[in-house]
């Protein structure tokens, strides 16, 4: 049998009394230059290397790795963009706390495996300087009150970087979404369906050399944040809304044992796992305002890629995976041809949409965005606007109650489907901040 984390059995508390001021809509002091440190660069954390590379404004002062090919090669591509060759740290699990130590440094991105994020995120605001976290923040219902509370008390930043909330589907979504489009919202639908066996192939470094063991782990939903971050903005969450409680259930867990011994030998180290994460999950949240959402994980049976993007309103219904809108209510069909439009058909053709919806954001930095790529340019714009908000004192458009309330999903789905899925309230990370939190705002560069 598998324990429940200790941590879940602090989710019924009360709210937690402040330890410093509320973070909502933090403003830091302008910087002039954002001077950077990374913990962790493998596959995640090296394409922010190079994205950084080519920002203005910034500096890469220091990069820190426990692997010494992949902290060379970071430190390799610096040095051939003609840039000051970046201090290196290495040599054990806790080399990068010398490297907080620095007092030239305002950032660290972290993207390391997720049992590293809130440890090394709450070390970062510790030491004076501004937390940018890998998905999820934190793997317990208790580092994520930890990571909060640094934040309070420090008045620093801890961003969960949630690339996908830079996509140009989901930057277009949220645009309609608050000129109304859609009515009023009702339920929207999110998930990380992506097939990640053949990770388990990657032993001794990469990503499956850490993530394989989590679906030995915990059973619920591993990775919530890429489709429930965009959801979660359209709806305004913890600014006017919040997640109320979940419920969650999982299908057998068979396909990772069935790839082990269809891919290894019968005496490998995959073949000696038992695997408990279902390989499907679904859960679902219910809203302080009524809201429902559908969240799902599944990176293991045969299928194509989704994140669900579906966001369901009073006059109609965008969805992704493929692009398609049906509403009641079209723009481009007002007074007599309205009746021409019908919501039982899909619009598959995104064009005229994108003409008319492209979040302003986009339209400006799109083109710049998609020549750098990194997930058709999310990322790229993602880590711009970081920098943008943290050189023109602006508020990031994600914070650490964000990051903290899209992650417990991990923690709050294996509690329920371990109970029967009996529903799970969600700690409210804000302490009531967000019934006056202001919406995110509809930003230009
Ligand atoms: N947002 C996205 O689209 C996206 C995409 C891929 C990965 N990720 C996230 O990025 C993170 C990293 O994933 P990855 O695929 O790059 O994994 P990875 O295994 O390739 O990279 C992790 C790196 O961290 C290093 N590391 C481990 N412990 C360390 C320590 N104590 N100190 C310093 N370095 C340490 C490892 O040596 C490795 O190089 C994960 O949280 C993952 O979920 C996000």
């Given at each position: 049998?598998?324990?429940?984390?200790?941590?879940?059995?602090?989710?019924?508390?009360?709210?937690?009394?402040?330890?410093?001021?509320s973070?909502m809509g933090?403003?830091?002091?302008?910087?002039?230059?954002?001077?950077?440190?990374?913990?962790?660069?493998?596959?995640?954390?090296?394409?922010?290397?190079?994205?950084?590379?080519?920002?203005?404004?910034?500096?890469?002062?220091?990069?820190?790795?426990?692997?010494?090919?992949?902290?060379?090669?970071?430190?390799?591509?610096?040095?051939?963009?003609?840039?000051?060759?970046?201090?290196?740290?290495?040599?054990?699990?806790?080399?990068?706390?010398?490297?907080?130590?620095?007092?030239?440094?305002?950032?660290?991105?972290?993207?390391?495996?997720?049992?590293?994020?809130?440890?090394?995120?709450?070390?970062?605001?510790?030491?004076?300087?501004?937390?940018?976290?890998?998905?999820?923040?934190?793997?317990?219902?208790?580092?994520?009150?930890?990571?909060?509370?640094?934040?309070?008390?420090?008045?620093?930043?801890?961003?969960?970087?949630?690339?996908?909330?830079?996509?140009?589907?989901?930057?277009?979504?949220l645009?309609?979404v608050r000129?109304?489009?859609?009515?009023?919202l009702?339920?929207?639908?999110?998930?990380?369906?992506?097939?990640?066996?053949?990770?388990?192939?990657?032993?001794?470094?990469?990503?499956?050399?850490?993530?394989?063991?989590?679906?030995?782990?915990?059973?619920?939903?591993?990775?919530?944040?890429?489709?429930?971050g965009?959801?979660s903005q359209y709806m305004n969450i913890n600014r006017g809304d919040r997640f109320?409680?979940?419920?969650?259930?999982?299908?057998?867990?068979?396909?990772?044992?069935?790839?082990?011994?269809?891919?290894?030998?019968?005496?490998?180290?995959?073949?000696?796992?038992?695997?408990?994460?279902?390989?499907?999950?679904?859960?679902?949240?219910?809203t302080v305002k009524?809201?429902?959402?559908?969240?799902?994980?599944?990176?293991?049976?045969?299928?194509?890629?989704?994140?669900?993007?579906?966001?369901?309103?009073?006059?109609?219904?965008?969805?992704?995976?493929?692009?398609?809108?049906?509403?009641?209510?079209?723009?481009?069909?007002?007074?007599?041809?309205?009746?021409?439009?019908?919501?039982?058909?899909?619009?598959?053709?995104?064009?005229?949409?994108?003409?008319?919806?492209?979040?302003?954001?986009?339209?400006?930095?799109?083109?710049?965005?998609?020549?750098?790529?990194?997930?058709?340019?999310?990322?790229?714009?993602?880590?711009?606007?970081?920098?943008?908000?943290?050189?023109?004192?602006?508020a990031l458009d994600q914070d650490?109650y964000d990051?903290?309330a899209?992650?417990?999903?991990?923690?709050?789905?294996?509690?329920?489907?371990?109970?029967?899925?009996?529903?799970?309230?969600?700690?409210d990370f804000t302490?009531g901040a967000w019934k006056t939190g202001k919406p995110l705002g509809i930003?230009?560069?």
């Amino acid at each position: 049998g598998l324990a429940l984390p200790t941590s879940a059995k602090t989710v019924k508390m009360p709210p937690k009394p402040h330890l410093g001021k509320s973070v909502m809509g933090l403003v830091s002091p302008k910087l002039d230059i954002v001077r950077v440190g990374f913990i962790g660069v493998g596959q995640r954390g090296y394409g922010h290397v190079k994205h950084f590379c080519h920002l203005d404004g910034v500096e890469i002062k220091a990069i820190c790795d426990t692997h010494q090919t992949v902290l060379d090669r970071a430190i390799e591509f610096v040095v051939e963009q003609d840039l000051p060759k970046p201090t290196a740290y290495t040599g054990s699990e806790h080399a990068y706390q010398e490297m907080l130590k620095r007092d030239d440094i305002d950032i660290v991105i972290i993207s390391t495996p997720w049992e590293w994020h809130a440890p090394m995120g709450i070390d970062t605001m510790e030491n004076g300087k501004h937390a940018f976290v890998e998905v999820p923040l934190a793997m317990s219902v208790e580092e994520c009150w930890q990571i909060v509370d640094t934040a309070e008390r420090t008045q620093k930043n801890c961003m969960m970087m949630e690339n996908v909330n830079y996509g140009r589907d989901e930057l277009m979504v949220l645009n309609m979404v608050r000129q109304g489009v859609f009515g009023d919202l009702l339920h929207g639908e999110a998930a990380y369906i992506h097939e990640l066996r053949w990770q388990m192939k990657e032993l001794d470094h990469k990503t499956g050399s850490w993530r394989t063991h989590w679906h030995t782990k915990r059973n619920g939903n591993l990775y919530p944040t890429h489709g429930l971050g965009p959801v979660s903005q359209y709806m305004n969450i913890n600014r006017g809304d919040r997640f109320d409680y979940l419920t969650s259930m999982s299908s057998p867990a068979l396909g990772r044992a069935l790839y082990a011994q269809r891919e290894f030998p019968a005496d490998h180290e995959r073949n000696q796992l038992e695997f408990v994460n279902g390989d499907m999950n679904t859960s679902l949240i219910k809203t302080v305002k009524g809201r429902t959402i559908m969240v799902q994980h599944d990176t293991t049976t045969p299928r194509p890629y989704s994140r669900h993007n579906l966001i369901q309103g009073t006059n109609g219904v965008f969805a992704g995976f493929p692009n398609r809108i049906a509403l009641e209510q079209s723009p481009f069909n007002q007074g007599e041809q309205a009746s021409a439009e019908s919501f039982h058909r899909w619009d598959m053709d995104m064009t005229r949409w994108y003409d008319k919806y492209d979040h302003p954001l986009w339209q400006q930095m799109g083109q710049e965005a998609e020549r750098n790529g990194g997930h058709g340019g999310m990322d790229f714009l993602m880590l711009w606007r970081m920098v943008y908000c943290l050189r023109n004192g602006e508020a990031l458009d994600q914070d650490v109650y964000d990051g903290a309330a899209w992650s417990v999903v991990n923690i709050l789905s294996e509690e329920s489907v371990n109970n029967r899925s009996n529903s799970v309230t969600f700690p409210d990370f804000t302490r009531g901040a967000w019934k006056t939190g202001k919406p995110l705002g509809i930003v230009g560069a």
